[in-house]
């Protein structure tokens, strides 16, 4: 499966993007997608997940009710909706795919196939 992100760029605080995470090459029936993002000088961190096959969904505490996760299946493809985006929002946004349990799933470690990546700055 590869997987690509795109959609980043430069907006405002207080405005909105919609980043996606286009799959080809195979189906992602049965992965959970995540998105996760790297900051300069930072370590990547958890975003968002939500399981490809079914409605379990959930964000980080860091955009929760900010950024909302969502797939179109029709579109192989998963968005994250950022809303009220805050300088510190400012990134390199990463999807990824993987077959472990949903429990596990915040982990990037377990994630076998990722998107290039999606840089998303946010002037203030």
């Known amino acids: 499966v590869q997987l690509q992100a795109f959609g980043g760029g430069l907006v405002q605080a207080g405005y909105s993007l919609r980043i996606s995470c286009a799959a080809s090459g195979g189906t992602l029936s049965g992965y959970t997608v995540g998105w996760f993002r790297q900051a300069p000088g930072k370590e990547r961190e958890f975003v968002a997940r939500?399981?490809?096959?079914?409605?379990?969904?959930s964000v980080a505490d860091s955009v929760k009710g900010r950024f909302t996760i969502s797939k179109d299946t029709a579109k192989s493809t998963v968005y994250l909706q950022m809303n009220s985006l805050k300088p510190e929002d400012t990134a390199v946004y990463y999807c990824?795919?993987?077959?472990?349990?949903?429990?596990?799933?915040?982990?990037?470690?377990?994630?076998?196939?990722w998107g290039q990546g999606t840089e998303v700055t946010v002037s203030s």
């Open positions: 939500i399981k490809y096959t079914g409605g379990s969904a």
């Open positions: 990824a795919a993987t077959r472990v349990v949903w429990s596990s799933s915040r982990d990037e470690a377990y994630y076998n196939y």
